[in-house]
């Protein structure tokens, strides 16, 4: 497999052909072996390194990978918190006590709108219990779990489709988003730095924002690790929402600091 100019009739349409499949079998290639070489993917694709570096920018932008000094990971780290499947498997049984309490704030009719963490689907998998209620939300998983449930009315949220997300996000969603107004938001978010939320990509913080817009409560579920993680796009103070649910694994002192700036923290024990 050579580069290609896309000078030759056709050409540029080949090049983007064989520009998405090999980016397809990168991004397989780093979550099968955990690591690879940019020296070695230039060698196997026969492209040039500056080639392989573009084709890994965009995959990161994804949230398929990180791009670390060598080459790209797939393995969890400060700012790269790993795939979908990565995602939810980590912290389960945090995120179900969490999606427990913050059931116990709904009552039924209520508008609900749910965001594309994984934390929030885990409350999802109990809205049944609180029907009738009105779901909107951008993340594909909720849509496919409540779609045809009984006492659930569900609008669906569109855009551009980003599988490493599963979930719709960037501009269009945003503007889909305003079209609504709920009752309670209920969302999660990827790092906490001092006060402040932060996610990885624009295009999360776009949705984010319009959803916190759109809701007369906010909620935030957040897990006691998110205080350790780094972000790159700032989304929100804590102090923005309403009510935030943490788990009693978060250190005192941090509890304390929390109090102190006015956030309003609520502790979710365990059992």
Same mark, same amino acid.
């Given at each position: 497999?050579?580069?290609?100019?896309?000078?030759?009739?056709?050409?540029?349409? #080949?090049?983007?052909?064989? +520009?998405?499949?090999?980016? +397809?079998?990168?991004?397989?290639?780093?979550?099968?072996?955990?690591?690879? #070489?940019?020296?070695?993917?230039?060698? +196997?694709?026969? $492209?040039?390194?500056?080639?392989?570096? #573009?084709?890994?920018?965009?995959?990161?932008?994804?949230?398929?990978?990180?791009?670390?000094?060598?080459?790209?990971?797939?393995?969890?780290?400060?700012?790269?918190?790993?795939?979908?499947?990565?995602?939810?498997?980590?912290?389960? %049984?945090?995120?179900? #006590?969490?999606?427990?309490?913050?059931?116990?704030?709904?009552?039924?009719?209520?508008? $609900?709108?749910?965001?594309?963490?994984?934390?929030?689907?885990?409350?999802? +998998?109990?809205?049944?219990?609180?029907?009738?209620?009105?779901?909107?939300?951008?993340?594909?998983?909720?849509?496919?779990?409540?779609?045809?449930?009984?006492?659930?009315?569900?609008?669906?949220?569109?855009?551009?489709?980003?599988?490493?997300?599963?979930?719709?996000?960037?501009?269009?969603?945003?503007?889909?988003?305003?079209?609504?107004?709920?009752?309670? =938001?209920?969302?999660?978010?990827?790092?906490?730095?001092?006060?402040?939320?932060?996610?990885?990509?624009?295009?999360?913080?776009?949705?984010?924002?319009?959803?916190?817009?759109? %809701?007369?409560?906010?909620?935030?579920?957040?897990?006691?690790?998110?205080?350790?993680?780094?972000?790159?796009? %700032?989304?929100?103070?804590?102090?923005?929402?309403?009510?935030?649910?943490?788990?009693?694994?978060?250190?005192?002192?941090?509890?304390?600091?929390?109090?102190? =700036?006015?956030?309003?923290?609520?502790?979710?024990?365990?059992?």
């Amino acid at each position: 497999m050579t580069e290609d100019d896309g000078s030759t009739p056709g050409g540029a349409a #080949r090049r983007e052909e064989v +520009q998405h499949e090999r980016r +397809q079998r990168i991004r397989e290639q780093v979550a099968a072996e955990g690591f690879v #070489r940019t020296a070695e993917l230039a060698r +196997q694709y026969a $492209v040039s390194i500056m080639t392989i570096h #573009r084709d890994l920018d965009v995959l990161q932008a994804q949230g398929w990978l990180r791009k670390v000094r060598g080459g790209a990971s797939s393995l969890p780290s400060l700012l790269f918190h790993g795939d979908l499947s990565a995602r939810m498997a980590a912290m389960n %049984a945090t995120k179900h #006590r969490l999606a427990r309490a913050a059931l116990r704030l709904l009552t039924p009719g209520q508008t $609900v709108m749910i965001d594309e963490s994984t934390t929030c689907l885990a409350l999802a +998998q109990h809205l049944t219990e609180r029907g009738p209620l009105t779901v909107i939300s951008n993340f594909l998983p909720v849509i496919k779990l409540l779609a045809g449930e009984p006492g659930i009315s569900l609008l669906a949220l569109g855009g551009a489709y980003y599988p490493a997300y599963d979930a719709f996000l960037g501009p269009h969603t945003a503007d889909a988003v305003r079209s609504f107004r709920a009752d309670v =938001l209920f969302m999660s978010t990827t790092a906490v730095t001092g006060d402040t939320c932060y996610h990885q990509s624009q295009e999360t913080v776009q949705v984010k924002r319009a959803l916190m817009d759109r %809701a007369s409560r906010r909620v935030l579920l957040v897990d006691h690790t998110k205080f350790t993680r780094s972000g790159v796009y %700032a989304l929100a103070p804590l102090t923005d929402f309403d009510t935030v649910l943490v788990d009693d694994a978060l250190p005192v002192t941090e509890l304390r600091r929390l109090r102190d =700036l006015g956030v309003p923290v609520t502790t979710v024990s365990g059992g």
